[in-house]
């Protein structure tokens, strides 16, 4: 894969700032630092990077506030540094606009890993929309034709919403109340078990074995992502 032009890592310790550099330094031809959210802002706004590491502890702003912050100046994947891995942080994070996150302290392979992924993610991405296959099924969204085995399946809108939605987001785990955004434009009801409903269906039509999934996959207390290859 090509380098990235730039990559932004914001966080306060300059020790890990030193750590992250070092574990970038193959994934990026020029890496950005920042030591506070708001110098973070800055940086993101100026240099428009490829991709931005962020840690959550920051002296002056809380990290989730930050988040939400460079996701509506930027589309590109934030992973996010963490010192604590819990449901409900995950979650926050993933509705802040995160794409990943990963737990202090971290392996510099494993970050590189992460980083590279993403990278490929939001390229992939951005290209043209191509036909989809997955364990058997083929999802084409230019025609919004569903098949598989060669024999169509026919998916009520909001089923082809949510399918839709989750292999678009390309193997990354969205959030019950981020599905129900993109699927559904008014708030009404519970997200998780309007959700939970229309999965069952899903499910139902395009797994071979609905019980134990493996195109749509449940993940417990957060929401549900596509098995689609990173
Ligand atoms: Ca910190």
Not at 39 to 51: D, N, Q, Y
Request: glycine share 6%; aromatic share 4%; with cysteine.
């Amino acid at each position: 894969m090509d380098k990235a032009a730039s990559i932004l890592i914001i966080e306060d310790e300059p020790q890990i700032r030193v750590a992250v550099r070092d574990a970038l330094r193959e994934v990026a031809d020029r890496i950005g630092e920042a030591a506070t959210g708001a110098e973070g802002l800055h940086a993101a706004a100026s240099e428009r990077p490829e991709l931005v590491v962020l840690d959550l502890g920051l002296p002056d702003s809380a990290g989730v506030d930050v988040c939400r912050e460079l996701r509506r100046l930027l589309t590109s994947p934030i992973i996010v540094l963490s010192a604590r891995h819990s449901e409900d942080e995950k979650v926050l994070l993933l509705n802040a606009g995160a794409d990943d996150y990963v737990t202090k302290p971290f392996s510099v392979l494993e970050l590189a890993a992460r980083a590279r992924a993403q990278l490929r993610r939001a390229r992939s991405s951005a290209a043209a929309p191509s036909p989809v296959t997955l364990h058997g099924l083929t999802i084409e969204p230019a025609t919004r034709r569903v098949d598989r085995d060669g024999r169509q399946i026919h998916l009520t809108p909001i089923e082809w919403q949510i399918l839709h939605t989750l292999v678009t987001a390309g193997g990354r785990t969205l959030t019950h109340q981020q599905i129900f955004d993109a699927v559904w434009s008014r708030q009404f009801g519970s997200p998780q078990q309007y959700l939970r409903v229309h999965i069952t269906n899903l499910r139902r039509k395009i797994e071979s074995d609905p019980a134990s999934p493996r195109i749509v996959i449940t993940e417990p207390g957060v929401g549900y992502r596509a098995d689609v290859v990173r």
